[in-house]
């Protein structure tokens, strides 16, 4: 039975990577601050820990771990990452796990190891157009994110591929753009604009107002957390090492996908924008590079995916 270890198994994406590995068969431990808080973990052990604790990334990765899903990471949305009011945390929590974390799955020899980056490494020049942003793998050179929390996953990345160079660490790295779906923060500070938006539209009367932070003429597009985790085993069992682009192409202005799901919830909103921070005009994910290598594409479109996530958020909201 192959062992893997997730890092951050108690967050969004971890907890659900945790079910997929053990559907697959994987004898999984899961590692994090805090254990999953809209469902049982399914891994076959958890250990609460801190990850910036040299002890804690020796303990959990040993030498007969096979594969390695770092997670971790000290982040959330625009409003925890974009005021720069977090970002010594940001930068100092994430850097001290990753540096932590190379170094012991190289002396440990683990099999392959997965890195989450962010499209947030994207320099911010390209993305001023929200019709035309650019984020193709190579236009990440000459580096310019817009915030630190992009700065240190761009960091992170190379010292992954470092690593791979220097000590055969079988590296892989992903960027995810923007990953929704049920079980994914809605209401703690750290949710991303799809989670706020539906929540924002779920509160709201109908024929209320909902406040959408700036113009709202920013572009995103948003993958659903089943595509992703499609994205992420194809990865890992590929010759391909990336860094490549796990998105969807499927763009769309914030004030629009407000009134999408309006939609989907059947109620009538007003679009109020107000000042706040908002990231980059544009972006979407360029799944070019990733559908030549992996032949990989989303198989969810946005309504779809939202839908499911709304009728969730919609769940958590009345049972409060
Ligand atoms: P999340 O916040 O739900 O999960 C991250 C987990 O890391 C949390 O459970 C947190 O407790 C844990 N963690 C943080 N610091 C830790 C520490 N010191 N020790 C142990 N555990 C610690 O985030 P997510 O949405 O599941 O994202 C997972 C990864 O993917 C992150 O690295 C994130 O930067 C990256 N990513 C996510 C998105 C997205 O849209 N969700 C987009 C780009 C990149």
């Not at 990577?17 to 994987?26: I, P, T």
Request: a negative charge; one cysteine or more.
């Amino acid at each position: 039975m192959k062992k893997a270890v997730v890092l951050g198994a108690g967050g969004f994406i971890g907890s659900h990577l945790v079910k997929r590995l053990r559907s697959e068969g994987y004898w999984v431990t899961g590692v994090d601050l805090v254990k999953p808080i809209y469902s049982q973990t399914e891994a076959n052990e958890f250990i609460i820990g801190d990850l910036r604790d040299v002890n804690v990334v020796e303990s959990s990765i040993s030498k007969s771990t096979d594969e390695v899903y770092q997670l971790a990471a000290d982040m959330g949305g625009a409003g925890y990452i974009f005021t720069g009011a977090n970002d010594a945390h940001v930068m100092h929590n994430s850097a001290l796990i990753n540096l932590h974390v190379a170094h012991r799955c190289a002396i440990a020899k683990v099999g392959k190891l997965f890195y989450s980056s962010s499209a947030c490494v994207y320099p911010e020049h390209n993305q001023l157009d929200p019709e035309n942003p650019r984020c193709n793998e190579d236009s990440v050179y000459p580096a310019a994110p817009d915030s630190e929390y992009g700065w240190e996953k761009l960091f992170s990345e190379r010292l992954y591929f470092s690593f791979k160079r220097n000590h055969g660490l079988n590296t892989k790295v992903a960027r995810f753009h923007n990953i929704y779906g049920p079980e994914g923060a809605w209401d703690n500070g750290k949710e991303k604009a799809p989670a706020a938006i539906c929540r924002k539209v779920a509160k709201s009367a109908p024929n209320g107002t909902v406040e959408i932070w700036g113009d709202g003429k920013q572009t995103r597009s948003f993958l659903y957390i089943e595509d992703c985790i499609d994205a992420v085993r194809a990865l890992m069992q590929s010759d391909f090492s990336g860094p490549v682009n796990i998105g969807s192409e499927e763009m769309v202005s914030i004030n629009d996908f407000t009134q999408m799901v309006a939609k989907i919830s059947g109620k009538q909103v007003n679009v109020v924008n107000i000042e706040g921070p908002t990231g980059v005009r544009g972006r979407s994910s360029d799944n070019r590079l990733i559908s030549s290598k992996l032949d990989w594409a989303p198989k969810y479109d946005l309504t779809t995916g939202i839908t499911i996530t709304y009728k969730w958020i919609e769940e958590q909201l009345n049972a409060q």
